[in-house]
């Protein structure tokens, strides 16, 4: 006998009070905080519940009872379902305002390290078209709306190209417009999606692993070059025929395009590191430009996706680290080099540290091109790296520079720059939370001197932060 699924209340004429995490807004009815997304404070709500815990619920608005003062139109007509820009009703005033609160919630509840006045965030001068890289999805299995569904629609084409719906990994959202790239990026896409719907193109199955077409990649620069890949499962000569004809149309159609690829992916997944790609047309690679340096950017390399708030990120990163020209850098989890490459011309000597190979040859690569011969890339654990013997062969640094993942730092990395003691240490973070996390770590020796936000994804509650700390004279006690 099956246990009679418990109801879950609908909560009437609820005032949204602040932002939360994951883009959600807050509400508290009596005791319990209730996460809701697509809504701003200020909106009054019913909400009905969708998953309940003892001291917090999640939950969906039903019903508008009053619209907020503060609420703005979304632009786009997929807002609310493709799960992307979900603070697009929130103006973007707001949204810095917000961000700004993420930073200092973050650093005083869980970093609990003693702070200097937080500097007022960076704004992003655009706030739509902002990004140089979208991956757009093919699949047989065209996501329904809650309208579609309800007018009964029936498509002749259920292939569809555009995002993953959140929480269903097998169904695509079809995107006609997105707002975060040049517009040309949605006429390349639409035009695959109408060529491939004239010509019977079979659209990737995830469940099955069948399917010619899985995956495109555009990449702009600001040095108007364009990069177009295709990610296709091709089985045999019938499937290359039509590959090579459909990248055809599409060098024909974009002479844009200056860099035309595709990869042969038949694994279950769509990661592409570890295969060959075949270049279609023009060069494997495209220039991205920052204060005069050019960095090459390939199919699998690591760029900041907002090209103009990169380089206010890294000029903030710049004038923390102080450099007057004799400095020792150590810039771990450098990627392809860009931050090393970036202040190199302000100091002595730049190491950079990366865990990924291919990383490290873009990083070397990229110093070339520029000729700066002030850097040393090193690929490696970075545990592993930062010895002693490391220390002792290239010098104990001035300044580190840290850009780790979203996962912060790991306690044998933190362990490491205690060790190595850097009057200064430059954290840059696209996590708050971790990043608060790591300074309480690093409290014992260091103290936060300055801190400055930057938004580089505007429309989302990603925020970046830059924090300085300077080494101590006298190390903390440690607490009881």
Known sequence: MSRKKKELPLLEKVLITDVAAEGKALARVNDLVVFVPYVVPGDVVDLQVKRKKHSYAEA?????????????????????????????????DEQIKYKQ????????????????????????????????????TFSNKRWLTDEDIKSGVVYDQMNAVGFHIPNAFDKVLPIEKCWLQTEL??????????????????????????????????????TDELMALLQLRIENDADQQMANDLLQFIADTFPQITSLLYVNNQKCNDTINDLPVVTFKGKDYIYEEMEGLRFKVGPK????????????????????????GNE?????????????????????QVIGIEYVP??????????????????????????????QDFINQYGRPDVIITDPPRAGMHQDVIDVLLFAQAPR????????????RDLQLLDCKYKVVAVQPVDMFPHTQHVENVVLLELRETPKEPQQ
């Open 60 to 92: 969906v608005a039903v019903k508008f009872h009053e619209y907020s003062s503060k609420r703005a139109v979304p632009f786009s007509q997929h807002y609310g379902v493709c799960g992307g820009c979900k603070w697009q009703v929130l103006p973007y």
């Open 328 to 348: 020792l850098v150590y810039d771990l989890y450098t990627g392809t080099g860009t931050i090393a490459n970036f202040v190199s011309r302000k100091a002595r």
């Open 101 to 136: 609160k993420q930073i200092v919630d973050n650093l005083t509840r869980i970093g609990k390290v003693e702070l200097p006045e937080i500097t007022p965030i960076l704004g992003s001068a655009k706030t739509e078209f902002y990004r140089n890289k979208l991956e757009f």
């Open 185 to 222: 990026s949605n006429d390349i896409r639409n035009a695959v999606r109408d060529y491939a719907y004239q010509h019977n193109l079979v659209f990737y199955n995830l469940r099955t692993n069948e399917g010619l077409l899985r995956n495109m990649m555009i990449r702009t620069s600001n």
């Open 358 to 387: 291919e990383a490290i040859e873009d990083a070397k690569v990229n110093s070339q091109i520029n000729g700066i011969e002030n850097t040393l890339f090193f690929a490696g654990d970075m545990k592993d790296m930062l010895t």
């Open 301 to 324: 390399s690591f760029y900041q996706t907002n090209t103009d708030q990169a380089y206010e990120l890294y000029k903030v990163a710049r004038n923390f680290a102080g450099l007057t």
């Open 425 to 436: 240490i430059v954290y840059v973070s696209c996590n708050p939370a971790t990043q608060a």
